[in-house]
């Protein structure tokens, strides 16, 4: 697998402010990172050293072998970027936009035309091509936004908050799209949306004050969830408190709670607990209205690492 994305103790300071503190991560292709931190935590200022706009204080951005500082137009080749908003050129009509951009990344002539049809076809735009950006909706601004950000088709994507604003269905087709491109291609998603890594990423990254906190798969992360793999128990004949009273009366959990009307029965991932509880609904022929294994919440996680719980 092809090493794309190399940083080496990377730091950015803006005066007094320490925005990014001596990170170190790597990425290869046909991973998509989801990069995740609360406002303020350093995301945006760490891809755009990534992509070369702004200078580290310390450290190395390594694209594909290249240092970025030595060779920065060979590594730009490399990098798709969407900044935060997706900003455009909104007096320009989409298609004059993209031809702009495709000359802007010096794409040969005799291979304009199949860039422009490949990123048009892709993105849908067909009907658009010949209205001003301003007059477009947000959505296909922000396709328009992706669409010059592959025309080049390059090895790595940054893409920072790329479906924000957008509704339901125009963010099923961007993250369509990411998927897609994702398989080929090193992606970081900057997102405060949290069921947007689920949706596309196979990594997850979270950073607060600079600095990574965690570093995994989506799956592994929801399994430091307080609430993964815990059982989620209604009955008819008792309360969610009731219910909860009495697990801890006969001692088959400890760590029974309740919340939005269930009785969540924490199991630490013990086989021994969920037994105990399927006896003791058993034994006492509750009907139950609802019995589940909890999956973990990625906010839950998020929350109490980046202390916003």
Known sequence: MKNLIKIKNLSKNFGPLK????????????????FLGPNGAGKTTTMRMITGFLKPTEGEVIISGLKITDHPENCKKLIGYVAEGSPLYEEMTALDFLK??????????????KSLDNVITLLNLENVLFQKIDTLSKGYKRRIGLAQAIIHDPEILILDEPTDGLDPNQKNDVR???RKLGKKK?????THILEEVNAICNRA??????????????SNILKKSDTYNCIYLSV????????????????????????????????NNSKTTKKNIDNFLKKNNFTLKHYSIGSGSLEEVFRRLTGNE
């Open 186 to 190: 090193a992606v970081i998603i900057s």
């Open 100 to 113: 702009f951009s495709a000359q802007v990344r010096k794409i040969e002539k005799h291979l304009l035309d």
């Open 236 to 267: 008819e004949e008792k309360s969610a408190t009731e219910l909860k009273n009495e697990i801890a009366e006969k001692r088959i959990s400890n760590g029974a709670i309740v919340k939005n009307n269930f009785c969540i029965v924490k199991t």
């Open 176 to 178: 369509r799209l990411i």
């Open 19 to 34: 925005a990014v503190r001596n990170i170190s991560f790597s990425l290869n292709e046909g991973e998509i990172l989801g």
């Open 205 to 218: 990254m979270i950073i607060a004050n600079g600095q990574i906190l965690i570093d995994d798969n989506p």
